[in-house]
């Protein structure tokens, strides 16, 4: 069955650097989000992606964050100058339409890529 | 503020035992209701409701959403050890973003 798939697995990096997350997404799906998860707390929706723009975001993806489909296949996730708040296991994932259209089209989440900011 | 609220938080259970999970939501335009298996990682797909009153099956896993009262049950019948997981539960909004609970933690005991 096709999967997300995300790299790196594990990623630790000092603050104020740059990261770069990378997913890719299902190769026929359209619509393309990244969520994240803070240890213990709940999985939050950063930002969706279609049409090569963002289509919504919420609060937590300011400035800092930015979203790229930068050719057919990957999708990507950068943080300017990482904090320490930004710790989470970060997942991408995607869909072939908007989910909720057809009931045989939920969310395809990746196995995630764990944020470490020290 | 959209929110949806799943208990319990944790719930010990033994093997064979029968589990009721609940997910109450207050989110503006509500489009569908979905639950999610999260093992060690990425949450795995397991329903997702639109309708009221049509439960939906899986082997030994079922759920039903009540879109008058706001919630959603998710059933385990004859739990096993493989069953142990957080579940969470989640609501799609017209615009397409999932809205999470905090998730169940089930831990089912030999």
């Known amino acids: 069955e096709p999967e997300v798939t995300q790299t790196p697995s594990h990623q630790v990096t000092q603050m104020g650097q740059e990261v770069i997350l990378r997913c890719v997404p299902i190769?026929?799906?359209?619509?393309f989000y990244w969520y994240r998860q803070i240890l213990g707390q709940k999985v939050e929706f950063l930002v969706s992606?279609?049409?090569?723009?963002?289509?919504?975001k919420s609060e937590i993806f300011d400035d800092q964050f930015s979203v790229e489909r930068p050719d057919g296949s990957n999708f990507t996730l950068k943080i300017r100058s990482t904090k320490l708040e930004d710790s989470a296991m970060y997942f991408c994932?995607?869909?072939?339409?908007?989910?909720?259209?057809?009931?045989?089209?939920?969310?395809?989440f990746g196995n995630g890529t764990r944020l470490t900011v020290t | 503020e959209d929110k949806v609220v799943q208990s319990p938080l944790s719930l010990v259970v033994h093997e064979g035992d029968t589990v009721t999970l609940n997910c109450s939501y207050e989110?503006?335009?509500?489009?569908?209701l979905l639950w999610y298996k999260q093992e060690k990682k990425a949450p795995t797909f397991l329903f997702m409701l639109?309708?009221?009153?049509i439960e939906k099956k899986s082997g030994r896993l079922s759920s039903i959403l009540d879109k008058k009262e706001l919630f959603s049950i998710l059933n385990i019948t004859a739990t096993q050890t493989g069953d142990s997981a957080v579940y969470l539960c989640?609501?799609?909004?017209?615009?397409?973003?999932?809205?999470f609970g905090q998730g169940t933690e089930l831990s089912v005991k030999p």
């Open positions: 994932a995607s869909s072939i339409i908007r989910t909720g259209t057809a009931n045989n089209s939920p969310l395809h």
């Open positions: 190769s026929n799906h359209l619509y």
């Open positions: 992606f279609y049409n090569n723009e963002i289509s919504e």
């Open positions: 989110v503006t335009n509500f489009r569908s």
């Open positions: 639109t309708s009221s009153g």
């Open positions: 989640a609501v799609e909004n017209q615009g397409g973003k999932l809205i």
